[in-house]
């Protein structure tokens, strides 16, 4: 028998073999795959935070590299001094906005009940005097009422108190974080070296060239659709959740702080995030007080044209290009995926399998002669008809 024709004959039964392994221990496989990554995630945390803080790193550098004796540790001293800002933003996160916020969810949690309880009840009354179905009405109130309350003091308060102890007794949390922020360190010192043991490797697996420009092209702009579209997001949701923070300290507003902090974190999510916030916020002023939750409602469609007309464009530009439609696109679709990470990621994600897809779309359309630009596919464009790159125009003219 032929040499290579038994190697293919031979590698052909193991990839059966494998598969057949695979399949029959589908469960056990899948199983240590997802252990796998769990183990891994200090490091996709610490990459992930690497990547948010290279920026903040890269501009101390510079500062520092200015002056003739710091020069030489310009480096350590910048990720030091990044290190250091990030620790004393969330030691004052959680010696300020923590206990508070326990506070407020605490608050909320016991009076909830109560305050579903009045407006049902006020409900009632209105029903009882106005709708001739009054005693229908009523039951289906009470059945309601009975149903809301005793869910919101068995399940709401038991969910508050398992999340807090939780939150107090998981120490892995904890050690992973601390792993996450130490490779975050790592990442920071030497970010040049990793970055050029990854395209030594890819230029070691692909050895076509053109290849290889389109995907470093590819991912240049990916990175310039991450980085500025999560930081600048990052930055634009602190300053609406301060906004919404102030505006409702001096309108005297109940809950203003976990008010503001679901509003400020769902604002990251690009459209629906605000009004995603303004839900569950304006229903807990609504059972306080109609006429405060008619003001939020109207101060949150105010606050969402300032900042996606004003506050975004001047924070975040236009690095994602996509329209609307595309957008909403992405969200539905990584957001189903990946839950509220997919919602973030998801835009600039798409963005880039968006960009990958033009360029061999106009690839494509240049080969055979066809324009590039979306506005020439008209009414009056005509199949077969084939049109003269810049190129052939330019070298006609030559000619002429």
């Not at 407020?104 to 009632?124: C, D, F, H």
């Not at 995603?276 to 044209?305: E, N, R, T």
Request: aromatic share 12%; glycine share 6%.
């Amino acid at each position: 028998m032929n040499k290579s024709k038994f190697i293919t004959n031979f590698l052909t039964l193991a990839a059966a073999i494998a598969l057949l392994f695979a399949l029959l221990h589908l469960g056990e496989i899948t199983s240590g795959i997802s252990a796998f990554f769990s183990a891994l995630e200090p490091l996709w945390v610490g990459m992930a935070f690497a990547y948010l803080l290279c920026p903040v790193a890269s501009f101390f550098e510079e500062k520092l590299s200015h002056f003739k004796i710091m020069s030489r540790f310009a480096r350590p001293l910048s990720v030091l001094i990044t290190s250091l800002a990030v620790l004393a933003f969330f030691s004052l996160l959680c010696a300020v906005l923590l206990p508070q916020l326990i506070t407020s969810v605490s608050e909320l949690a016991g009076s909830l009940p109560r305050l579903v309880e009045a407006q049902l009840q006020r409900l009632q009354k209105f029903l009882a005097s106005n709708n001739q179905f009054a005693s229908k009405s009523t039951e289906l109130i009470e059945s309601a009422e009975n149903m809301l309350v005793t869910w919101i003091k068995t399940n709401l308060l038991n969910t508050v108190y398992n999340i807090a102890t939780s939150v107090m007794t998981v120490g892995s949390a904890i050690i992973n974080l601390l792993l996450s922020f130490i490779i975050m360190i790592y990442l920071l010192l030497d970010r040049e070296r990793y970055i050029n043991q990854c395209r030594k490797m890819f230029h070691t697996v692909s050895r076509n060239e053109r290849f290889n420009e389109a995907v470093h092209d590819t991912l240049h702009q990916a990175n310039k659709m991450f980085g500025g579209f999560i930081s600048g997001k990052l930055i634009d949701s602190l300053i609406v959740g301060v906004i919404c923070f102030v505006f409702m300290l001096i309108l005297r507003m109940p809950y203003a702080l976990i008010i503001s902090v679901i509003v400020g974190v769902t604002n990251v999510i690009p459209m629906f995030g605000p009004f995603i916030g303004a839900i569950p916020s304006a229903f807990l002023l609504l059972l306080v007080s109609p006429k405060q939750c008619i003001i939020f409602l109207i101060f949150i469609i105010v606050l969402q044209q300032v900042d996606g007309n004003v506050i975004g464009p001047r924070i975040i530009g236009d690095s994602i290009g996509l329209s609307a439609l595309y957008i909403t696109i992405a969200i539905l679709i990584f957001g189903s995926l990946f839950g509220f990470i997919g919602m973030i990621i998801g835009v600039p994600l798409f963005a880039t399998v968006y960009y990958v897809v033009k360029r061999v779309a106009e690839y494509s359309l240049r080969k055979r002669g066809l324009p590039t630009e979306t506005s020439a596919y008209g009414s009056d464009f005509k199949v077969g008809v084939r049109f003269d790159s810049e190129e052939n125009n330019h070298k006609k003219e030559i000619d002429g």
